[in-house]
C-alpha cells in the first residue's frame, strides 16, 4: 500500500493549489480519505475528510476555501486549495482508513506548502 503525494509549492497569499494523492494497493474508494496538516512546532491536524461513500468535512479554519474530492478511475483523491493564506503553510499529508476484514490505515509522506505574505 502506498500514498504519494504531489502538487505542494510556494505560493502568495490569496493564490491557489492543487494536492494529489495517488493511491496503491487498495481501492481508495473504498476508504475513508483525509488531508491533514502539520506547521512546524505545532501537531498533525485534520483539514478535510471524504468518506467512502463521498460525504465531506471540514476544519473550520478551511471552509469555503479548500475542496476535498477524488477520481475512482485514477484512484487519487485532491485537495483543491484556494484563497491561501500564510496560516496555511504546512505540510500537507494524505491519510487512508479502510476495512478489510479488520482496520488498516496509512499516510502518504507529505508535500510542502508555502503561502507568502
Known amino acids: 500500500v502506498q500514498l504519494v503525494e504531489s502538487g505542494g509549492g510556494l505560493v502568495q497569499a490569496g493564490g491557489s493549489l492543487r494536492l494529489s494523492c495517488a493511491a496503491s494497493?487498495?481501492?481508495?474508494?473504498?476508504?475513508?480519505m483525509s488531508w491533514y496538516h502539520q506547521a512546524p512546532g505545532k501537531e498533525r491536524e485534520l483539514v478535510a475528510v471524504?468518506?467512502?461513500?463521498?460525504?465531506?468535512n471540514y476544519a473550520d479554519s478551511v471552509k469555503g476555501r479548500f475542496t476535498i474530492s477524488r477520481d475512482n478511475a485514477k484512484n487519487t483523491v485532491y485537495l483543491q486549495m484556494n484563497s491561501l493564506k500564510p496560516e496555511d503553510t504546512a505540510v500537507y499529508y494524505c491519510?487512508?482508513?479502510?476495512?478489510?476484514?479488520?482496520?488498516?490505515?496509512?499516510w502518504g509522506q507529505g508535500t510542502q506548502v508555502t503561502v507568502s505574505s
Open positions: 491519510y487512508a482508513k479502510y476495512w478489510v476484514l479488520g482496520w488498516y490505515n496509512y
Open positions: 494497493g487498495f481501492t481508495a474508494s473504498s476508504a475513508a
Open positions: 471524504i468518506s467512502s461513500s463521498d460525504s465531506t
